[in-house]
């Protein structure tokens, strides 16, 4: 299941950063399920990762190796998180780390390794080593879309986005690609993701940027509130367009625009292709007195089972919503001043349910596959919105059988 329509944008390449994809066959056999990224010599590249104490080996190396200083190539494998998997999870993604190495010239710490996949069982070094061969030899500016897939995991669908910038008869081209269907609840990051421009940006601005619209994007999508081992988003800029982007500057309000373009797209897609969704839904809290009193409330309606059950049955049961607002913390909340809408339905006023309000507005609303929930609080200026999916019995049972 998946929300909305499967189509990839054209994904322009970016000068500078080559994609290969190879079957290692962790999971399933000739699936190709190694990606490695190679990123030029003298670009910057930041990344934001997990938050989850657990966090699996090849995070805790990630970042390790990112610190350090020059990054040449990325390794993706999927069937295996090599989480939860201790002292010899962390010698095998060295291995992977060395071998890459060695195959490519450059050395250990060069090279940013990530898996995604079961949790707790040991990684398959050895078949990932043997893919590496050919992944290097599919090497390609234009393989985004064939390494959008091999990312993927529980995904039914690829996600991808693409920006181009046109400014003083140059062009900046932005191209990302994510994958995640489950286990997504934001804490930097919930997925995947991998965005590379041409443009040349100095690392510790390229990191601020990342961060920034990693906030906006990533760290506002939830399906159910878990948040993963695994997660990780890198930008990398090759600066290859030669077009540089300084603080400041009007290229770079045109080019942040753009990189959160591209993040919330991958962003929303991962929501539109979450595990049994069927809904796609937005949760907007306006007017309130600060950016946490508003995502209290819009996660306490996002993640709650009974709202999102109500939405998987499209039933326009309204008085769940109600009560997440009223349990998600808002100090002084003033019952009688806020508004609840279902797209631009109202809901609930004056402390209760919406004088203008019938059972076949909400229930035509609720039929459809987009939704929005908007709460305005009538307390302040501030305004944020979190996207989610509902709860159905599908989720149930992917997530019941993943293992199998």
Same mark, same amino acid.
């Given at each position: ?235 990398? *800029? %090759?600066?290859?367009? $030669? /077009? !540089? @982007? ?5 290229? &770079? =309000?045109?080019?942040?625009? #753009? ?17 049994? *969704? %069927?809904?796609?839904? $937005? /949760? !907007? @809290? ?5 950016? &946490? =009193?508003?995502?209290?409330? #819009? ?25 997440? @607002? ?15 809408y279902l797209n631009d339905v109202c809901i609930v006023e004056k402390g209760g349910r919406a ?9 035509? @609303? ?39």
């Amino acid at each position: 299941m998946a929300v909305g329509p499967a189509t990839l944008p054209e994904l322009k390449p970016v000068e500078g950063f080559r994609l290969g994809i190879a079957s290692a066959g962790i999971k399933k056999p000739g699936r190709r399920d190694v990606v490695l990224m190679e990123v030029c010599e003298g670009a910057s590249v930041a990344g934001v990762f997990t938050k989850n104490a657990f966090c699996a080996a090849p995070v805790t190396l990630s970042k390790r190796h990112l610190a350090q200083g020059a990054i040449r190539y990325l390794l993706v494998n999927t069937g295996n998180a090599n989480a939860g998997t201790g002292e010899q999870g962390m010698r095998d993604a060295e291995r992977c780390c060395q071998a890459v190495a060695e195959l490519c010239g450059v050395t250990e710490g060069e090279v940013l390794p990530f898996s995604t996949g079961v949790i707790g069982e040991p990684l398959p070094v050895d078949k990932i080593i043997a893919a590496l061969a050919a992944a290097r030899a599919d090497l390609n500016e234009n393989n985004w879309e064939s390494a959008s897939y091999g990312i993927m995991t529980t995904d039914t669908r690829a996600k991808a986005a693409c920006e181009q910038i046109e400014y003083n008869g140059k062009s900046i081209t932005l191209t990302g690609i994510s994958k995640g269907a489950g286990m997504i609840m934001p804490n930097m990051a919930t997925m995947l993701g991998y965005v590379a421009t041409d443009a040349a940006v100095d690392q510790a601005l390229l990191q601020k940027w990342l961060s920034a619209a990693a906030d906006k994007s990533f760290n506002r999508i939830t399906i159910d509130g878990d948040t993963s081992t695994n997660d990780s988003c890198i930008l990398v *800029a %090759t600066g290859r367009s $030669e /077009v !540089r @982007v300084e603080e400041g500057s009007e290229l &770079a =309000e045109l080019f942040v625009a #753009a990189l959160n373009r591209v993040m919330l797209a991958l962003a929303q897609e991962i929501i539109r292709d979450g595990e049994g *969704a %069927t809904k796609f839904v $937005e /949760v !907007r @809290v306006d007017a309130a007195a600060s950016v &946490a =009193e508003a995502l209290a409330v #819009a996660y306490t309606i996002a993640h709650s089972p009974l709202v999102k059950t109500a939405l998987y049955a499209s039933d326009p049961n309204w008085g769940r919503i109600l009560a997440c @607002v009223g349990r998600a913390g808002v100090e002084n909340l003033d019952l009688d001043a806020l508004q609840i809408y279902l797209n631009d339905v109202c809901i609930v006023e004056k402390g209760g349910r919406a004088a203008s309000y019938t059972e076949e507005q909400g229930q035509a @609303v609720m039929n459809g596959e987009e939704i929005l929930i908007h709460v305005v609080l009538n307390r302040g200026q501030l305004s944020e919105s979190v996207w989610t999916t509902d709860l159905s019995t599908e989720y149930v049972h992917i997530n019941a059988d993943y293992r199998s």
